[in-house]
């Protein structure tokens, strides 16, 4: 039997098997901020590799993301984190990456050059014109962040009319928002709108001028993807539990 050894961070107990485990650190779920999906996938893509996984859920509402034992590990206290040996990577994109380049039976970041630049791209893009909008709505309305302050929600949900419709054309042609093979441009953007429709059916959503509508009978090209990364294998085990 291999060697056990034992870890605290915070309060939570996590127990590390063999010598160069992976360690998996991030919220627990009843404050799984708008990367719970990616979480979710790092989660499951790790289990994947055959290395041993051990997970820590850091609970925020405790600031167990501010104690020493974490701050030694990621001196910004932001999650996820990712731990191999020596190894520390934060960050969901480059934990996603890391990953990529140590297990890439299933490249998530293109095979060739010019795959690679789609992918970056289209996460580039979402950085810049969807994930600010995207956060402004659903963070007041699902983690009543800036107080729970709604003065800013209807004007970032008016900021969102292009965006979406450019990749819903998008997505009635192709499979997936880089072409024909998942990637992490999909996985990176499908929390963010999954986040919105949960935010959008919040009582305190009701009081805003919004547009309600469900995303798929909005955006058809939408809603096919989004069913289609819920179909992947693994989803229903590996998601949020309060997604339910």
Known sequence: MKARAHEHLGSTHVLRIGTRPWLLISTTPAAVPLHGAVYSFLK???????????????????????????LALNARGTLPVLKEGPIVVRESQAIMFYLDRGHPATPLYGETPAEAARVMQEISEQASYL?????????????????????????????????????????????????????????????????LERALL????????????????RFPGIGRWMRAIQALSGYARTKPMHWN
């Open 131 to 195: 994930e600010r909008p995207l956060c402004a709505i659903a963070g007041p309305l699902l983690f009543a962040q800036n107080g729970g302050d709604l003065t800013n929600v209807a004007h970032a949900a008016s900021s969102l009319r292009d965006e979406p419709q450019a990749r819903n054309r998008r997505l009635r042609q192709e499979r997936w928002l880089a072409g024909e093979k998942l990637s992490a441009a999909d996985l990176n953007l499908y929390p963010f709108l999954a986040s």
């Open 44 to 70: 499951q893509r790790l289990s994947s590799t055959r290395r041993i996984l051990s997970t820590c859920l850091v609970d925020l509402s405790k600031h167990e993301n501010r104690t020493p034992e974490f």
């Open 202 to 217: 919040q009582p305190a959503a009701a009081q805003l001028d919004l547009e309600r509508t469900p995303i798929a009978d």
